[in-house]
């Protein structure tokens, strides 16, 4: 088992990914001649259900205008993780992940899209956005309001591996954020290792922190996206969200994989369907999905779902995600300093 | 231990510790064993010795001090002592309840026996993730041991605790099945030897049947152990994951993977087996020596 995982080696995995796509391209191939139809979105662990929805939506539009019936497959999991398959050889047409750092590491590491690739789409590259917030028991038992409550001691917050999950990465950011406004970077680090002193359980990613959660019944308040919290309600019944006075707003990016767009001949399609995402159907579907649309209209009617709150960007409070992750996540980051004994 | 005389080779040459050795040279004579040999080998080489070589290959390009500095991590020491001991824990905690099962299985005859045989296999059959989730859901404080439990305020599901109870279930199929077969072949012309002679119940399993099938239950042993320490799937579901407390070396190494450290998660990796093997290799020799302990 562990030697399997750690002899990863970029060639074995490529070469194992690369039968894998000559299995999904013959039929494609053979349905419309040279033009290939198949297109592999891989996206991160809470985007599932919206990515199913779309693709169905997106299928249909497609068909409309270029009469082609399209096979869309999609690929889940830890955005990380998701990252790191598309760098060994998984052929991804686009990636959905959970943020940008993870796109940059494909640009870097295995050259697959120019590094420039998030001005290429409009709004950084991310065509919906989402904000991290707190889900706690039905009733509010123990009067978590903000982030001060979260170190008070007894309090058990459920959160998934920042070094895993991006969803976690979000909020450890939009935790540091809040605690340094006030007392800078000694509070803000005082803050986070009091912070995961209260956490009990460490999920790889953040479908395994809501199971955790909700299912488990473990901890008091899970940190988690916004479009998560929605969906632990409508799966397991009532919680209740609270928006703490500030949090961070997370931009999702979406990209092209150039090399492998060009490999397969799916240029003109993925492409189509990154604009598509940009529509106002595709942004009434985010919007009902629970994450925070770019169109105006789409998010005015689902605006009930959407508090306004202050949200610091990446940008301006950690000078971009590569500082960010270099500083919190690489190894013997801020992060690792937190679990030192 | 009483009797080294009998043990040497010199007075009894069956028990050689290698007879294979004698063996493979006898056996040549038969045809095919270059071409079966050569199977062997390409077979080994593809399958275990290629992997291992790109493990192997892979730490060094950290040099020998960010070896040295992934190794003294006070975290990924932390790991390996909770994936090693409890491990261990968990196999040497197999090995009696293992051989209770095993003896029960082949002694005794009962209605349900086969069912029993069969749920033994299990947990080979199931996948681990399934086997983690279903502990989790009985061992979380909220699930029906787990509550239990949770009431005498042991903490069962992440904790060291869930770990430990992962690996005993994955662990006890190896200790069961290399003792069964054993048992059953077990002379019965011995025991009924040692009865005549006035040996009562229990000293006749102590010192007729325990001795003989000794080699088995540490193989079983080492097997469940082996598998234990590689154990990724069923334990981060029941574990907590917490650094420093319930943190399994597997986990850390998927964690190095993720920050692109591939240098570092090969240098736990090998770690872990060079660990392993020295492991395997005490206990086969303490195996050898049961051996001839038992056959003397």
Do not use: E, S
């Given at each position: 088992m562990t030697h399997d995982l750690t002899v990863s080696r970029r060639g074995l995995l490529s070469a194992g990914a690369g039968v894998g796509a000559a299995a999904l391209l013959p039929a494609a191939a053979l349905a419309q001649g040279s033009k290939a139809t198949t297109l592999l979105n891989v996206s991160y662990d809470p985007t599932r259900e919206l990515y199913k929805e779309i693709n169905a939506a997106f299928a249909e539009y497609w068909k409309g205008r270029t009469n082609q019936v399209l096979t869309l497959n999609q690929s889940h999991g830890g955005s990380g993780k998701q990252a790191r398959s598309v760098i060994d050889g998984l052929q991804a047409d686009v990636v959905t992940l959970a943020l940008a750092a993870d796109i940059d590491e494909i640009a870097a590491r295995a050259k697959l899209l120019p590094a420039n690739w998030q001005s290429r789409l409009p709004n950084n590259s991310a065509p919906y956005t989402s904000t991290i917030v707190f889900l706690v028991r039905k009733g509010n038992p123990w009067k978590i309001r903000d982030w001060p409550d979260l170190i008070k001691p007894g309090i058990g917050v459920i959160t998934p591996n920042p070094k895993t999950s991006g969803g976690a990465r979000w909020g450890y950011l939009a935790a540091y954020a809040a605690a340094a406004k006030t007392g800078g970077d000694a509070a803000a680090q005082a803050y986070l290792a009091k912070l995961f002193k209260n956490v009990p359980v460490l999920d790889t990613g953040a479908r395994g922190s809501t199971t955790t959660f909700?299912?488990?019944?473990?901890?008091?308040v899970l940190l988690t996206w916004e479009n998560e919290a929605y969906l632990t309600i409508d799966e397991f019944g009532p919680h209740d969200i609270v928006y703490p006075s500030s949090s961070i707003l997370a931009e999702p990016s979406v990209a092209l994989v150039d090399k492998n767009v060009d490999r397969h001949g799916t240029r003109t399609l993925a492409t189509g369907y990154l604009n598509f995402l940009y529509s106002p159907r595709a942004q009434e579907i985010i919007a009902k999905h629970h994450f925070r649309p770019r169109d105006q209209a789409a998010f005015a009617r689902y605006a009930r779902y959407f508090k306004q709150i202050p949200l610091v960007t990446v940008d301006s409070a950690f000078g971009g995600w590569k500082k960010a992750q270099a500083t919190h996540f690489a190894d013997g980051g801020v992060f690792d300093r937190i679990y030192r004994p | 231990m009483t009797d080294r005389f009998a043990a040497a080779p010199i007075v009894r040459p069956v028990t050689d510790p290698w007879p294979r050795r004698a063996r493979l040279v006898e056996h040549s004579i038969l045809p095919g064993f270059k071409l079966s040999l050569g199977i062997t080998l390409i077979y080994l080489s593809l399958i275990v010795l290629l992997p291992l070589t790109a493990l192997a290959v892979r730490p060094w390009e950290i040099g020998v001090e960010g070896i040295l500095r992934t190794l003294t991590d006070p975290r990924v020491a932390a790991a390996l002592k909770v994936s090693f001991g409890i491990s261990l824990a968990a196999a040497l905690v197999n090995a009696p309840l293992g051989l209770m099962l095993a003896w029960t299985l082949t002694r005794y005859r009962f209605p349900g026996r086969r069912i029993m045989e069969a749920l033994v296999d299990l947990p080979f059959a199931l996948p681990t993730a399934v086997a983690g989730i279903a502990l989790t859901a009985i061992y979380a404080p909220n699930g029906p041991l787990g509550a239990l439990f949770a009431k005498i305020g042991i903490k069962t599901a992440y904790s060291p605790v869930g770990i430990f109870i992962a690996l005993v279930f994955i662990g006890l199929p190896f200790v069961v099945r290399s003792i069964q077969p054993v048992l059953e072949d077990l002379d019965k012309d011995v025991e009924e030897a040692a009865q005549t002679l006035g040996a009562n119940d229990f000293q006749r399993v102590l010192h007729v049947v325990i001795p003989a099938i000794g080699p088995a239950i540490l193989s079983g042993v080492s097997l469940a152990f082996a598998r234990a320490v590689g154990e990724y799937g069923s334990v981060i579901f029941i574990a907590g994951n917490l650094p420093l407390k319930t943190e399994i070396a597997p986990l850390l190494i998927v964690i190095k993977l993720e920050e692109y450290d591939y240098a570092g998660a090969a240098t736990i990796g090998l770690a872990m087996l060079a660990i392993s093997f020295g492991a395997l290799v005490v206990m086969n020799i303490a195996q050898i020596f049961l051996a001839r302990r038992g056959r003397a």
């Open positions: 909700a299912q488990r019944k473990i901890g008091d | -």
